[in-house]
Antibody
Framework: QLQLQESGPGLVKPSETLSLTCTVS??????????WGWIRQPPGKGLEWIGS???????YYNPSLKSRVTISVDTSKNQFSLKLSSVTAADTAVYYC????????????WGQGTLVTVSS | EIVMTQSPATLSVSPGERATLSCRAS??????LAWYQQKPGQAPRLLIY???TRATGIPARFSGSGSGTEFTLTISSLQSEDFAVYYC???????????FGGGTKVEIK
């Protein structure tokens, strides 16, 4: 059974870069059938797509975050990662990694999520 | 950007009753609409995709309908485990330009 697990610092200072990694188990990140992505949820609020990546490294980003986001993949470790630069308090959220089929952003599988707080 | 609007924001329902949740798109998304359920402290779970197809393991009391800009999620007889927040999401375009609705909280009346 596929499992996704987010990891990374729970506290980031304003203006710094948020970095998270998602480790995939029970399946290969190199599958040609899927994209891997990040979604976030500020406390008490709704869901926001951040971006998606294919095992080849092809990426798509939410236009509203594109200037600050980098998503990368490490197939040798079965992991993909998120970097969000110049963070502010508005970036405080639970960050989820998840999987969707190629060419269809239906989110079938999700990690449990990790809370990242931006504060000095 | 396609804006997804869900109503009502909160729905108070008694166990065993029917719940009807609405989702409206600012422009047509055909049948490219999914519904998710989220319980406190948990990740969202896919319920419905293609506007009306239940995901694996989803009980038959959950049903979706609609196309174009108007969609409905119906829970035919609410069980205790169904009290949660429900989100709709459109996935009409590729490259992806997906957007989520603001959510409907289904609470116990």
């Amino acid at each position: 059974q596929l499992q996704l697990q987010e990891s990374g610092p729970g506290l980031v200072k304003p203006s710094e870069t948020l970095s998270l990694t998602c480790t995939v188990s029970g399946g290969s990140i190199s599958s040609s059938s899927y994209y891997w992505g990040w979604i976030r949820q500020p406390p008490g609020k709704g869901l926001e797509w951040i971006g998606s990546i294919y095992y080849s490294g092809s990426t798509y980003y939410n236009p509203s975050l594109k200037s600050r986001v980098t998503i990368s993949v490490d197939t040798s470790k079965n992991q993909f990662s998120l970097k969000l630069s110049s963070v502010t308090a508005a970036d405080t959220a639970v960050y989820y990694c998840a999987r969707h089929p190629a060419r269809s952003t239906i989110w079938w599988d999700w990690g449990q999520g990790t809370l990242v707080t931006v504060s000095s | 950007e396609i804006v997804m609007t869900q109503s009502p924001a909160t729905l108070s329902v008694s166990p065993g009753e029917r719940a009807t949740l609405s989702c409206r798109a600012s422009q047509s998304v055909s049948s490219n609409l999914a519904w998710y359920q989220q319980k406190p402290g948990q990740a969202p779970r896919l319920l419905i995709y293609g506007a009306s197809t239940r995901a694996t393991g989803i009980p038959a009391r959950f049903s979706g309908s609609g196309s174009g800009t108007e969609f409905t999620l119906t829970i035919s007889s609410l069980q205790s485990e169904d009290f949660a927040v429900y989100y709709c999401q459109q996935y009409n375009n590729w490259p992806p330009e997906l957007t989520f609705g603001g959510g409907t909280k289904v609470e116990i009346k």
